[in-house]
Nanobody, 124 residues
């Protein structure tokens, strides 16, 4: 059982940066692969980035590749999403999620646990 809490969202101008954090609880946190998803108003939840349990492999949506960086620190039970060069189209609620491999890291259906979400708003 894993509990997740996101933080770090806020309002930023286009071109700015934010770092999201996802704090996990439970002794099994290091055994889970992790991911970030986002959902804009009236739209479906979309994949953003994912990372394996060891942090050795990462995955990114084409829309954020080169701008966002996912990482994790298992000793701190925390995952991060560094977001640079933000665009208005990045505006959404961002969700942290955890899964057990071998599920597809790019599919929301493969994740077992979800945080409450944190709002990111990018102004033009």
């Amino acid at each position: 059982q894993v509990q997740l809490v996101e933080s770090g969202g806020g309002l930023v101008q286009a071109g700015g940066s934010l770092r999201l954090s996802c704090a996990g609880s439970g002794r099994t946190f290091p055994t889970y692969a992790m991911g970030w998803f986002r959902q804009a108003p009236g739209k479906e939840r979309d994949f953003v980035a994912a990372i394996t349990w060891s942090g050795g492999t990462t995955y990114y949506a084409d829309s954020v590749k080169g701008r966002f960086t996912i990482s994790r620190d298992n000793a701190k039970n925390t995952m991060y999403l560094q977001m640079n060069s933000l665009k208005p189209e990045d505006t959404a609620i961002y969700y942290c999620a955890a899964r057990k491999p071998p599920s597809n890291p790019r599919s929301a259906s493969g994740y077992d646990y979800w945080g409450q979400g944190t709002q990111v708003t990018v102004s033009s």
